[in-house]
């Protein structure tokens, strides 16, 4: 079993096509894969997307794109109830739409992407209100601080198989270099290219 976190937020929301990638892959030695997709919501990414957008970081813009990471990580949390095909869907037609670009949260736009994928809106409002899903995303964050993750696409690889009680951060990370991790280390017992890779202890 290979078990991988992705953080993901409103600047890499097509980090679900890792997945794809991934299970359309010849994928080293039949793999089992299970995926987990995680919000970032800290002060440091916050800051990369102002720095990204060239806004000045001010109270008033800093609040704009706090708001819409906030929102758009208990939408993200809200659907996956709906299941992973639903929750890729959203993710990508949310990457496409002027929330993602614009760090302008609305809900009718939100509705909008329910409706263009056939998601159930009610079942959607009712738990993006419930504390279930403002606990599981508190619980996200602290996975997010626990691994020290200001940045996406970042993705935390697990498994018993390959790496024993060790895991890894890939940042800027693919399909492409999940594989290689995996290729090097069964084949070689090395980590191949490690500029971008941290070891760290689940």
């Given at each position: 079993m290979l078990e991988i976190f992705v953080f993901c937020g409103p600047e890499h929301l097509c980090d679900t096509l890792i997945e794809?990638?991934?299970?359309?892959?010849?994928?080293?030695?039949?793999?089992?894969?299970?995926?987990?997709y995680i919000p970032v919501i800290n002060n440091k990414?916050?800051?990369?997307i102002l720095a990204k957008q060239k806004m000045v970081e001010n109270v008033d813009n800093y609040n704009q794109i706090y708001r819409c990471v906030y929102n758009l990580?208990?939408?993200?949390?809200?659907?996956?109830?709906?299941?992973?095909?639903?929750?890729k869907n959203f993710m990508h037609e949310l990457y496409r739409s002027n929330v993602a670009h614009d760090y302008c949260y609305t809900r009718d736009e939100i509705e909008e992407i329910?409706?263009?994928?056939?998601?159930?809106?009610?079942?959607f409002w009712t738990n993006r209100n419930s504390d279930w899903v403002r606990s599981s995303l508190a619980t996200d964050q602290q996975i997010v601080q626990k691994y020290h993750i200001d940045n996406t696409p970042s993705v935390a690889v697990f498994s018993e198989t390959y790496f024993g009680d060790q895991g890894y951060i890939l940042?800027?990370?693919?399909a492409g270099r999940i594989?290689?991790?995996?290729?090097?280390?069964?084949?070689?017992?090395?980590?191949?290219d490690t500029r971008t890779l941290r070891i760290i202890n689940p």
């Open positions: 794809d990638e991934l299970r359309a892959s010849d994928f080293p030695f039949n793999t089992p894969l299970r995926f987990s990414y916050v800051s990369r990580a208990l939408d993200i949390k809200a659907i996956q109830v709906q299941g992973n095909k639903c929750l329910l409706e263009r994928i056939g998601a159930d809106l009610e079942a940042h800027d990370c693919d594989i290689d991790l995996i290729k090097n280390y069964k084949r070689h017992n090395r980590l191949g």
